[in-house]
């Protein structure tokens, strides 16, 4: 086990990304090593002043999160556009909050351990600084897998011993003390934030299953193992915890409709709605209070969110097993089949009372559409899928969820290692034969989102006048920050100008394919009282190019037009 004494700090040097590219990739990766690696250059918060703006960008021709700083204009002045480039205006309305944003992070599964543990000690340390050191990219979240999964190297549980019905056999594995205990308590070593854990398992043991082979088939968990599957779970809990380490939260199973299909390949359990309902609410929920474990934040699901809000109100629609719950996790690899975020909208509706996290993401080469048959599943400076996920995490942050945590935080250069050959991209990537890493743009994606959008942020309203340009999503921080997260996803560059206030207005040229964090200092108080209905004053912004001039006008928080007008010339 790694201790905190064992764990040395050392002198690294940090600048610029260390760029490499691959002739067939639409962009490049960051090289790192023991020595050296890309950090921001300064933070925001040392940066800011009244009046003024920091904006953190990263393109796909252009740098990795580069810093530049502008002052607030006038609004009382032309807004002079010297380019053939559209324009975008944003208005936020701070008095209107919604959901609070708890943070954004990856998972430590066994892959990841064993990918970090390929590189010498200081490139493992270098590694972890990335997410979670005070330079990193402000990571708050792990999830943290109970037993084996897919990303291992076999198929195991913590009590593979037949019919142990006592649990005596009960054990911790090699993954965890070696792989993924020693890198998690690094990471919580090292972060200026709380970093939160979150958990779940893929499987039980077999013998728990209905007797089919335990990665083939239905694998349903046996109802007379429904006790002692939750005290599996306690276990793994006490385990962990005399380890040092404590969770936030759990769901009570992971993909539990994978279970149900046949001839599922990997570790995998089935629970149809009504029996994820009936195992919370006569045995998982109750054994969990009466264990001491009853802080934790039960979530349900664990899965995509076509299940939603069908799953959510089979399960909580009975009021003893809804106070058990806390949340719904959800992953996001079917989001394209609700592609406005109806699903989670409805859901909110109906559970207003319960968040929703998402907790899995990655890239499978089977359902993204930037892979071609003979492509690798981990693809070296691949821009396109990074630009997914940064809309991805906009859609969903602008429909009431409270954070995003990817899949496998390292992997290799293959993707893996992964016991059935299921491998996947990551967003750093870890090369053992040159002791080095590989900071992806994917990586990129979720620091534009972990670094700048802290814990206890508050999502605010806008308006835009053309959200089919440019996405964006607002948070109102706890140090009374505001940040904007931009993406222009168009093949030319776009004029954003940000309303700030009557008075004043922030305009950012955001390049071709590039992704923002825009950081400035609010005049509201973040603990004001929210006002869903406020009237905004009046807003008129007249766009001057050349002869042409484009007025945007908004009345009564309504954009009343957007249209062109003969202009002469002054």
């Not at 792990?142 to 054990?171: A, C, E, M, Q, W």
């Not at 001039?549 to 009564?556: E, H, K, M, S, T």
Request: hydrophobic share 35%; charged share 20%.
């Amino acid at each position: 086990m790694l201790h905190s004494s064992s764990i040395s700090f050392f002198k690294v040097q940090a600048g610029p990304c260390e760029r490499r590219k691959l002739a067939e990739e639409t962009s490049y990766y960051c090289v790192c090593n023991s020595t050296y690696c890309d950090e921001l250059e300064k933070q925001p918060e040392a940066l800011l002043k009244n009046d003024m703006y920091v904006d953190y960008v990263s393109a796909k021709d252009g740098g990795r999160l580069e810093m530049h700083t502008g002052q607030f204009e006038p609004r009382s002045s032309n807004f002079t556009v010297t380019n053939s480039n559209p324009t975008v205006v944003i208005l936020p309305n701070i008095t209107t909050k919604y959901q609070e944003i708890h943070g954004f992070g990856g998972a430590m599964t066994d892959s990841a351990g064993i990918s970090i543990a390929s590189l010498g000690k200081d490139t493992q340390h270098q590694l972890i600084r990335q997410y979670f050191g005070r330079n990193g990219i402000g990571y708050t979240f792990i999830r943290v897998p109970f037993g084996g999964t897919d990303f291992s190297v076999r198929n195991y549980s913590y009590d593979d011993t037949l019919n142990d019905l006592t649990l005596k056999h009960f054990s911790l594995q090699v993954e965890d003390t070696k792989y993924k205990i020693p890198y998690i308590q690094m990471a919580q070593k090292i972060s200026p934030l709380p970093v939160k854990l979150i958990s779940g398992s893929w499987s039980p043991p077999q013998w728990m299953k209905e007797s089919r082979n335990g990665t083939e088939g239905y694998t349903r968990l046996k109802r007379n193992f429904f006790d002692l599957y939750s005290q599996y779970y306690i276990k793994s809990l006490d385990a962990y915890k005399r380890n040092g380490l404590q969770f936030w939260g759990l769901t009570a199973q992971n993909e539990p409709s994978v279970g149900l299909l046949v001839y599922y390949n990997f570790n995998s359990m089935g629970f149809t709605p009504e029996e994820m309902r009936d195992f919370i609410g006569s045995s998982f929920g109750p054994n969990l209070h009466s264990r001491g474990y009853g802080h934790l934040k039960l979530m349900i699901l664990d899965d995509n969110r076509v299940f939603l809000p069908g799953w959510a109100n089979v399960v909580m629609n009975d009021t003893e097993v809804r106070r058990y719950v806390s949340g719904i996790a959800i992953h996001s690899y079917f989001d394209y089949l609700d592609p406005t975020g109806l699903k989670l909208r409805q859901t909110h509706n109906d559970f207003p009372d319960k968040f929703m996290l998402y907790t899995e993401t990655s890239v499978v080469p089977i359902m993204d559409v930037t892979t071609t048959p003979d492509s690798n599943a981990v693809r070296l400076g691949n821009w396109q899928r990074a630009q997914n996920y940064t809309s991805n995490i906009i859609q969903d942050l602008n429909n009431f969820v409270i954070g995003w945590i990817d899949w496998n935080m390292v992997l290799n250069t293959e993707g893996g290692p992964n016991w059935v050959g299921n491998y996947v991209d990551a967003p750093i990537i870890a090369n053992a034969s040159a002791n080095e890493f590989y900071k992806q743009p994917l990586f990129y994606s979720m620091a534009h989102f972990a670094k700048f959008v802290t814990p206890g942020s508050r999502r605010i309203g806008y308006r835009i006048s053309n959200n089919t340009l440019v996405e964006c999503a607002i948070f109102l921080r706890p140090d009374n920050n505001i940040a904007i997260v931009l993406q222009n996803r168009q093949n030319n560059d776009i004029n954003v100008v940000v309303l700030v206030d009557d008075n004043q207005r922030i305009v950012i040229p955001t390049q071709a394919n590039s992704m923002h964090s825009v950081i400035y200092k609010s005049s509201i108080k973040h603990n004001e009282t929210s006002d869903n209905n406020i009237k905004l004053s009046d807003h008129k912004i007249m766009l001057f190019r050349g002869r042409r001039a484009f007025l945007v006008c908004l009345q009564n928080n309504r954009w009343l037009c957007d249209y062109r007008c003969e202009h002469k010339e002054r």
